[in-house]
């Protein structure tokens, strides 16, 4: 337990300390915004509804500017197919209502395709690795043929999960994003990280956790804070 | 329990220590639709802004000089002041008397802070390249144009594929560009526009001009080239060419010099029928471009003995056979057929214009390479375009200095020297005679040079561009000697064409 409260600690005095210290100032005509801490919650409900097959559906609500602004709503639909113990592939599609910090919003409509592989390390320590390919249309272009908007990202994410404890399964996550672009070349965009706890409670899940996403190829990037809850309830 | 105690008193921490950071930058990078974010707007255009040399440029009439008021808009939380003197947003602000070229002083004021700039005004239209990733040759990149002209009281916007351009000004630092104007982001929704007054196309130019210590030699010689057309022949064009004009470009947040904006030729500038067919010599291809020799057999792809086909679209058809006939008939046929038949196959009036205009501008890298050969079904005669007229005026192709003494030529004007059709020789003689009085004069040319200098000179886009390419320009110098070599050069040909026969 000491461990436990060690690594929270030691979050703690990270994140706050960043955001206290980080105080970098330009001046200029256009505002941007390269800090914030943000909120992101979510509610899984999920269901097997055939031998190795989980349809879940995720209703997740997300605010921004230090907690205080409603960003985004997402609902999405996947269907995920275990292969074995150690390979998965699945499917998802979500509508996104998009609110942007200038409080514009916009529709989005996001498709992915994920394959997932596990394997345990030791007794205790978990690895996942997910590839995720995903293409998201901007602003209903979906259904915009002359306009036709989109981006492709592939998604590579790490993460180790620590069973140490009853119920809880700490772990910690890092995922790079690389973007693709009609006409473009491809690059990194982002890298998003997380450290958090999946504490299982019945049938069901609490995952709370603290992350960091930075955007990359930019001058001045987004560093954005996350405090994540996600409750996934299994029917 | 001891969790989620720490991560409330994380949540409530950093609700009370904010982490929300606004910051402003000038150097603004493109949005999702390729849109930077404007420092000052006059009268509906933007001023364009290099980051790196703290300088905003403003395209304006020069008839607005004088007491120049305009419609200003800013971001709503600071304050701007130009020479000293306060501009209110959303309002008319008076500038007063203003001069193209002079760096003027702007603040910009944002929560107490004030940033300085150069504000400088230019008679030259800007075009802006706005894009979030790397230009090639081959594919076209996405991008958004964007274009302010001195006298539109708006600035022109669109989406375009952009690719760099040109078969040896790819390797220099200041590359030419090319673009093709899209609806959209999607690279098969192409439409046309008319840009800076010129007819409307799909596909523009950006030459560099960077060989050339001029800057002009392409704008003015195309301008000769039109105006022979135009005054003599009347009609139908016997002078298919291009049009230019002198811009500034940035790239983004930063001022890449001056551009030669230019017309590309295509159908659409052409007005080509179907059944046209244009070949672009691309190539010396061992003599083939001048008419030295050829390979007979018949290409089954776009490039054949050095010519691209670039009408019809040749992914679609191939059309060699018009250029067969022609080299058949120049290459392999004895002199008695040459002579009666080649004015079937050629419009010898626009060959012999073509021959007096590549002469006097001494056009060493058009005399096979860099021509178009463009033959209109209803005529069924091959007429020349010229292409790329860098290399000219007393400079070669890599800007060294040339001597103001030959004649340049190729085979296919050899035999017409040799068997003189239609009485070749007195015709180039009589046109030569006629256009020393008219477009071939020495001062009719100065000036046409001595006016583009003064245009480029007064913008004061020539700092930037020696700055920006590590250049050494001197519109000054290279006035004078163009205005020498000239004066020579007009006296040697008058004595070719004198003695003549």
Known sequence: MKTFSYIYSNKFIILITTCIIINSHAYGQEQKIVRDLGLWTEIILSKEVLKDVDLSLSNHLRFNRDISSFDDYILELELEYKINKRFAIGTSGRYISNRHYDETVEDDYRYDLFFKYDTKITEKIKLFYRLQYQKKFYDSSVFNKYLNYFETVYRNRVKIEWKEFNNHGLYASAEIFRMLKKSRDPYFNKYRIFAGDAISIGNNELNVAVGYEHGLKENNPLNLFILKTEWQLKL | ?501
């Open chain 2, 1 to 501: 329990m001891k969790l989620n105690i720490k991560i409330f008193v994380l949540a409530i921490f950093t609700l009370t220590v904010s982490c929300y950071r606004e910051t402003v930058v000038f150097d603004s990078e493109p949005d999702a639709g390729l849109k930077l974010s404007s420092v000052i707007r006059i009268n509906g255009k933007d001023a364009f802004l290099d980051s790196k040399l703290n300088m905003m440029r403003f395209s304006v009439s020069s008839d607005s000089l004088n007491n120049f008021s305009a419609f200003t808009t800013y971001n709503e939380k600071s304050e701007v002041w130009f020479e000293e003197k306060e501009l209110f947003n959303n309002q008319v602000n008076a500038f007063g008397k203003i001069e193209v070229g002079i760096p003027y002083t702007l603040k910009v004021k944002y929560e107490g802070v004030i940033s300085e700039f150069d504000f400088v005004f230019t008679n030259l239209p800007i075009v802006q390249i706005i894009t979030d990733t790397k230009i090639w040759d081959e594919p076209k990149s996405l991008g958004r144009i964007v274009i302010a002209e001195p006298d539109k009281t708006a600035y022109w916007s669109s989406y375009a594929g952009i690719e760099y351009r040109g078969q040896s000004s790819r390797y220099l630092d200041k590359k030419s560009i090319g673009f093709r104007l899209w609806q959209n982001t999607s690279d098969r929704d192409v439409y046309s526009e008319s840009l800076l007054g010129f007819k409307r196309n799909s596909d523009w130019i950006l030459n560099s001009a960077a060989v050339d210590l001029s800057g002009i030699r392409n704008l003015v010689s195309f301008i000769i080239w039109s105006n022979m057309d135009t005054i003599e022949s009347g009609g139908e064009a016997k002078h298919p060419g291009v049009n230019l004009k002198i811009a500034e470009l940035f790239i983004n947040n930063r001022c890449q010099g001056f551009y030669i904006f230019s017309e590309y030729v295509n159908q659409q500038l052409l007005s080509a029928a179907p059944e046209d067919v244009l070949y672009k010599a691309i190539d010396w291809a061992d003599g083939a471009t001048k008419f030295e020799n050829y390979d007979p057999d018949i290409s089954s792809n776009c490039i054949w003995n050095g010519w691209e086909q670039i009408i019809p679209d040749c992914d679609n058809l191939l059309r060699w056979e018009n250029l067969n006939n022609l080299y058949e008939i120049v290459v392999n046929s004895d002199d008695t057929t040459f002579k009666q038949k080649i004015s079937r196959y050629i419009d010898i009036e626009n060959f012999i214009d073509y021959f007096l205009f590549v002469n006097l501008t001494f056009a060493g890298d058009n005399t096979g390479k860099n021509i178009f050969l463009y033959r209109k079904n209803n005529s069924g005669l091959f007429q020349i375009i010229p292409w790329d007229l860098d290399a000219t005026w007393g400079r070669s192709f890599d800007g060294s200095t040339q001597n103001h003494e030959g004649i340049l030529t190729n085979s296919l004007y050899h035999r017409l020297f040799e068997t003189n059709p239609d009485n070749f020789i007195t015709q180039l003689k009589l046109r030569w005679t006629d256009l020393r009085k008219t477009h071939f004069t020495e001062s009719d040319i100065r000036e046409q040079f001595a006016y583009h200098f003064q245009e480029l000179q007064k913008s004061g886009v020539i700092n930037v561009e020696n700055r920006n390419w590590g250049n050494n320009m001197n519109l000054q110098s290279e006035q004078v000697y163009i205005g020498t070599w000239l004066a020579k050069r007009l006296t040697y040909l008058d004595s070719y064409f004198n003695t003549l026969e």
